[in-house]
């Protein structure tokens, strides 16, 4: 059986691939989503334009967006910088959650006391170790006992669910409101723990957005211009090569997971201080910002700073999901066009490898 | 004497196992053809939200339903493998990726929930159902009876598909090939094997039983629908596949294993045990953790391995 195309590998990967291909990716996802509206008898253009109105257009909308976007920056960063060097921590979810419980204790403990800076300051490193340690227990099983990372750190996310719930409804922990009897919430954290907003043109800038685009800048710093960074691009393409070289792998395997749990811990840090104000196990569950994340960097081909753009974007999408769900705007469709958005990201990809030819006779006789 | 707690648990422990045993059968197959499926979890979710709907529309007699729901279930799973299988070994993608897509395209907050929405699935219960049986009139039979003769039909035909798979794997010349091409497609290629059909029929074999174990969550174990129903059994099968090392017959008593942990939480609970419900939650996930670490230490790994070629693409060009 021959198939009528066939891949021919790519010499050398264009440059203009880098934007291309994400574009592309996304328009073929939009398609593919307009199918399954037609098909459930939805009007894609009606939806798509409902998505757009509420995702993007002024200032209200994109204040929104980029609200939304916020966390998914730093869960989109978390994916990047493992998967990188091919450790898919798929635990950025969990990992967000302990930023987030490990940023509500901070708060709750200093946020009475302390000036806000340092409050946001403290914060922010609390939910950095706790998410960075969180994942680090998927760093050690994965360098010691070479135990496959991607099932651990998303079996760590279920315990890290369960751990939240037991914090807020099933205990009178330090995490949870005592007045909140009934109705288990929550303790706030006060009003100087909270992080602050800038306006920019009209559109609201959370606190946390600055400190990603910073982390975003770090990350491509330390990945392009730094020895370590190149010591992980050698075990990303070879671990035998590294290993041969010299390179430590089994510690840079830690350090890579748990700079990547990091970063979703302060993602976490950043719904507790910019956002929720306190430690809110539902909604946190419900927003799934750790597996969104993956779409995000993936569909930012593990670039940081396109990271921070497509999170927007995404984040677009999201916000106005939340916005719009209702009797005719199903609850599923913003996960389905999420899923359909990865999709064609990967799908994507082959376009950077390879270029797709038609078959023709003489090429077989070629072959 | 059938009360006694640890018939109950024993009983539950296939009655909750079967739909584990059916998505890691599936993913055995899968990766016995050298493809990783990390979309288990959406894959099952679509086939029980196919399934329930089915159970729900579907006229005719009762029988006649619930046969066309497990058929639209395994259906649905097939097709969403289809898709895995096209991305994985025609377009040769990273299978690790290409497998959560599928995970987060088809579960819990994705498409499994927008049919759930569109259909309405969610909003009346699912009536026929597929019921646990009374084989031969020993259910009641001491110790036994719960545990052997009182499950659905789908567990007995669990325990013929061990047989049927083992043999198939291990005795038929379909089988070895099959291993050949997860082992080596190189060298399977260059047999005369096709490898391409190999990873495809494999593949969507694994779906649609991925598919068959949502059914099971949707028609035999909550009679109505909830989004994100399987919480997280797909992602337990897959470790299962390790558990089991690629073997039909061990996975199956891992399979009874983790059922155990998963209907512990309710056992004890029904019968006002003292133990935190959230350390039994967490039970089944951290055990997962447990004995993946212990599959996984160099000794485990030389004797029983992976398929040699699992999760790489398959390129005839560059041999």
């Not at chain 2, 995970?103 to 819990?108: L, P, R, S, V």
């Not at chain 2, 008593?253 to 309710?266: H, M, N, P, R, V």
Request: a positive charge; hydrophobic letters at 50%; aromatic letters at 10%.
């Amino acid at each position: 059986m021959r198939s009528p195309i066939r891949f021919e590998r790519r010499l050398e990967q264009p440059k203009w691939l880098n934007w291309a291909i994400p574009v592309v990716s996304l328009i073929a996802a939009l398609v593919l989503g307009a199918i399954v509206l037609l098909a459930t008898g939805k009007n894609p253009l009606d939806v798509y334009g409902r998505i757009f109105e509420r995702g993007f257009a002024g200032t209200r909308a994109l204040s929104g967006s980029i609200k939304t976007a916020t966390p998914l920056a730093f869960t989109g960063l978390c994916a990047a910088i493992a998967f990188r060097m091919g450790l898919i921590n798929i635990g950025g979810e969990g990992q967000f959650y302990m930023g987030a419980v490990g940023a509500t204790w901070a708060g709750l403990a200093f946020g009475g006391d302390l000036p806000t800076g340092a409050v946001v300051i403290v914060m922010a490193l609390s939910g950095m170790v706790c998410g960075g340690l969180y994942a680090a227990i998927v760093g050690v099983l994965r360098a010691k006992f070479n135990t496959n990372e991607i099932i651990t750190s998303l079996m760590m996310n279920y315990l890290a669910a369960i751990f939240l719930n037991y914090l807020i409804y099933n205990s009178t922990s330090y995490w949870r409101d005592p007045e909140s009897r009934n109705f288990p919430a929550g303790k706030p954290i006060s009003d100087r723990a909270d992080w602050n907003f800038y306006e920019i043109g009209g559109i609201k800038i959370p606190l946390a957005f600055l400190i990603a685009i910073l982390a975003a800048a770090a990350i491509w710093v330390l990945y392009k211009r730094t020895r370590f960074g190149f010591e992980v691009g050698v075990i990303a393409d070879s671990p035998k090569a590294a290993r041969y070289a010299g390179i430590r792998t089994t510690s840079t395997i830690v350090i890579v997971l748990a700079l990547s749990g990091a970063l979703a811990g302060l993602g976490g840090a950043a719904d507790v201080g910019n956002f929720r104000g306190l430690l809110d196990s539902k909604g946190l569950q419900m927003s799934g910002y750790g597996y969104t994340g993956i779409v995000v960097a993936a569909l930012a081909r593990l670039n940081p700073i396109s990271t921070l753009v497509v999170a927007v974007l995404i984040g677009g999408l999201t916000n106005a999901g939340f916005a719009l769900q209702g009797p005719d705007f199903p609850s599923g469709l913003v996960g389905t066009l999420q899923g359909l958005i990865l999709f064609t990201a990967v799908a994507g990809e082959v376009l950077v490898k390879y270029r797709i030819r038609r078959n023709r006779r003489i090429a077989a006789v070629a072959a | 004497m059938n009360s006694n707690i640890f018939v109950i648990i024993a009983s539950s422990a296939i009655f909750y196992g079967t739909p584990l045993f059916f998505a890691a059968l599936g993913g055995i197959f899968t990766e016995r053809s050298g493809v990783l499926n990390l979309g288990v979890e959406g894959t099952m979710l679509l086939g029980g939200v196919t399934g329930a709907w089915a159970s729900q529309h579907v006229p005719g007699s009762a029988w006649f339903t619930v046969l066309a729901a497990i058929i639209i279930g395994m259906a649905a799973g097939a097709l969403t493998s289809t898709l895995l299988a096209f991305l994985c070994v025609t377009l040769r993608t990273n299978q690790t990726v290409a497998g959560l897509a599928i995970t987060i395209f088809a579960g819990g907050v994705g498409l499994s929930s927008y049919f759930a929405n569109v259909w309405k699935v969610a909003e009346a219960p699912v009536d026929r159902q597929v019921r646990r049986l009374d084989v031969l009139g020993w259910a009641d039979v001491p110790v036994l009876g719960p545990i052997l003769f009182n499950q659905t039909i789908l567990t007995y035909l669990s325990w013929v598909m061990v047989v049927l798979a083992s043999i198939y794997l291990f005795r038929t010349r379909f089988g070895l090939q099959l291993r050949a091409v997860g082992e080596s497609p190189q060298t399977a290629d260059a047999m005369g094997i096709n490898v391409v059909k190999y990873r495809y029929l494999h593949t969507i074999l694994g779906g649609a039983l991925a598919g068959l174990g949502g059914v099971y969550y949707s028609l035999a174990i909550v009679p109505t629908w909830v989004d994100g129903m399987t919480k997280g059994a797909g992602w337990i099968a897959i470790a299962l596949v390790i558990f089991g090392f690629w073997r039909p017959s061990i996975t199956l008593i891992g399979a009874y294993l983790f059922g155990a942990l998963q209907s512990l939480s309710s056992t004890l609970k029904a019968r006002n045990v003292q133990i935190s419900g959230d350390v039994l939650d967490a039970l089944p996930f951290f055990m997962t953790i447990v004995v993946l670490v212990l599959v996984s230490t160099r000794f485990a790994h030389r004797r029983l391995g992976a398929p040699a070629a699992l999760g790489v693409p398959y390129e005839r060009e560059e041999r």
